[in-house]
C-alpha cells in the first residue's frame, strides 16, 4: 500500500483498485467531514488516516476483525479508519458511505461523547453514523420507508427487541444483531431510533443527550416503543395499518 491523496483533513492510503476513484473519495468525505462540524457543533478536528484494502486477510490480520469475504467491513481507531471492500460486490457510492460511517464515529468518539471507550453507548453511536453519513438517506422517500418497514422492522417474523439487547455488538439473539433466528437488526433499530429523536426533539436538548452517556442510558425501552408508534404513524396510508403486530 501507498499513500496516494491528502488534503488537510485526510490522508488516504489504499491498494491499487482503489486508485481510480479515490480522489473523488477524497471530495466526498471532506464536504461530508464539514457537514459532521456542522451537526456536531465543532469547529476543526486533526486529520485522518483512510486506509482501504482488497484484501480480506490483511484487513482482518491489521484490524482484528473477522467479515465475510463478499462483505464491505470497516472499524475506527484514534484518528485513523480501516475498510474492506470486494469491488465485485460493492459500488463505489457503497465504499464512500462506508468510509463516511467510520469517519462519524471517529470524530463523535473524539470529540463529542464523554471521554472513555466505556461511555461509548453502542446503539445511540451505530445510529447516529447510519443518520450522519448518508447511506440511508433513500429511507428519506415514504415509500422507501414504508417498504423498508414492512420487511425489516413490522413483519411477521420480526420482535422488537430489547434496548439493552444494543449495548454490545454481537451475532445472536440478544446482541444487537439476530443472525440465528433473524428476528430483529440492531443497526435498523439503531437507525430508526435516532432518526425520531432527531426528528422530533429540538437540537439543543439532542446535542446536551449526544454528551451525557447516563441520559442516554435513560431513556431505555420506553424510546424503542416510541419510536415503533411514531413510524407506524408516519407512514400510514390510506386504507393501511400496522396494528396487525
Not at 123 to 146: P, T, V
Not at 147 to 174: C, M
Not at 179 to 195: F, V
Request: aromatic residues 14%.
Amino acid at each position: 500500500m501507498n499513500e496516494v491523496v491528502k488534503n488537510r483533513d485526510f490522508i488516504i492510503i489504499c491498494d491499487s483498485v482503489f486508485i481510480p476513484f479515490v480522489s473523488e473519495l477524497l471530495s466526498f468525505i471532506t464536504y461530508s467531514k464539514q457537514k459532521l462540524l456542522t451537526f456536531f457543533g465543532i469547529s476543526e478536528i486533526d486529520r485522518i488516516k483512510i486506509i482501504l484494502y482488497k484484501d480480506i486477510s490483511a484487513f482482518c490480520c491489521d484490524s482484528g476483525k473477522i467479515i465475510k469475504p463478499n462483505k464491505i467491513g470497516g472499524l475506527f481507531g484514534y484518528n485513523r479508519v480501516m475498510l474492506y471492500a470486494n469491488l465485485e460486490n460493492v459500488s463505489h457510492k457503497d465504499i464512500y458511505f462506508g468510509v463516511c460511517h467510520e469517519i462519524s464515529h471517529v470524530i463523535y468518539q473524539q470529540y463529542v461523547q464523554e471521554k472513555g471507550k466505556i461511555n461509548r453507548v453502542i446503539w445511540f453511536d451505530e445510529g447516529l453514523a447510519q443518520n450522519l453519513s448518508g447511506e440511508k438517506d433513500r429511507l428519506l422517500d415514504d415509500c422507501l420507508l414504508s417498504e423498508f418497514l414492512d420487511k425489516k422492522i413490522f413483519s411477521k417474523d420480526k420482535v422488537i427487541p430489547k434496548i439493552n439487547y444494543f449495548d454490545s455488538h454481537g451475532n445472536s439473539f440478544g446482541s444487537f444483531v439476530d443472525m440465528e433466528t433473524k428476528r430483529y437488526d440492531g443497526y435498523d433499530w439503531s437507525y430508526l431510533m435516532i432518526r425520531y429523536l432527531m426528528e422530533v426533539m429540538e437540537k439543543e436538548k439532542f446535542d446536551r443527550l449526544m454528551r451525557s452517556r447516563k441520559e442516554i442510558k435513560s431513556l431505555g425501552d420506553a424510546l424503542i416503543l416510541e419510536t415503533s408508534d411514531y413510524f407506524k404513524c408516519k407512514v400510514k396510508r390510506k386504507g393501511e395499518s400496522y396494528d396487525k403486530i
